[in-house]
């Protein structure tokens, strides 16, 4: 089973970004985004059903981030727009299983992760 991040990079305040997750040798009906910052925890960003396509966001990404899914390539993706310096964070998706129509927002509850992709936003 694999989880592979891409898309992240140097950006300006302001600037948007599109990350994406291709899974591999398994398929997840829960899909979400963490992320974490040096001397921090990982935190919760964002997760999306594969069934439904319901999705939940950590309060300060709501509106700004947006998670989406293309189930025939196992792809989950994070655009993120009006990025500010505090979005920067190694960037991880993950994989769990759930409920039909569930949306997972907790870390110890996601069972394979990426390999984490760098966001760094400059102001």
């Known amino acids: 089973v694999q989880l592979v991040e891409s898309g992240g990079g140097l950006v300006q305040a302001g600037d948007s970004l599109r990350l994406s997750c291709a899974a591999s040798?398994?398929?997840?009906?829960?899909m979400g985004w963490f992320r974490q910052a040096p001397g921090k925890e990982r935190e919760f960003v964002g997760a999306?059903?594969?069934?439904?396509?319901?999705?939940a966001y950590a309060d300060n990404v709501k509106g700004r981030f947006t998670i989406s899914r293309d189930n025939a390539e196992n792809t989950v993706y994070l655009q993120m727009n009006s990025l500010k310096p505090e979005d920067t964070a190694v960037y991880y998706c993950?994989?769990?299983?759930?409920?039909?129509?569930?949306?997972?927002?907790?870390?110890?509850?996601?069972?394979?992760w990426g390999q984490g992709t760098q966001v760094t936003v400059s102001s």
């Open positions: 999306i059903s594969r069934s439904t396509g319901r999705t």
């Open positions: 040798g398994r398929t997840f009906n829960n």
């Open positions: 993950a994989g769990a299983f759930a409920s039909f129509s569930e949306v997972v927002t907790t870390h110890n509850r996601y069972t394979y």
